[in-house]
């Protein structure tokens, strides 16, 4: 395949460890939010299980742009000779 067939090459691939962070994000906020759901659930008015669940959704979409941001602009994907690759 081309360069100019739109497909990213090979070598740029996401970010391991952005997306390993919004792994540990995703479990680290869904064991407080159990946590918290589980301690809150007598208490009607309480509701930091719903936030610690939103809090750590936003945060590892976050992570998952972060990682992937380089797809998103086709000005990036091609290597321009004489810059050092890395």
């Known amino acids: 395949m081309g360069m100019g067939s739109g497909v990213p090459m090979y070598k740029m691939r996401a970010n391991k460890g952005l997306l390993w962070g919004a792994v540990f994000v995703t479990v ?4 407080l939010s159990a946590y918290f759901y589980g301690e809150d659930a007598y ?16 945060l590892a979409l976050f ?3 972060a990682a992937t941001s ?6 990036l994907w091609h290597h321009r000779p004489g810059y050092k690759s890395g």
């Open 28 to 31: 680290v906020g869904g064991l």
């Open 43 to 58: 208490s009607s008015e309480s509701s930091r299980g719903l936030l610690a669940l939103i809090v750590s959704t936003v």
């Open 63 to 65: 992570f998952v742009i």
């Open 70 to 75: 380089h797809f998103w602009f086709r000005h």
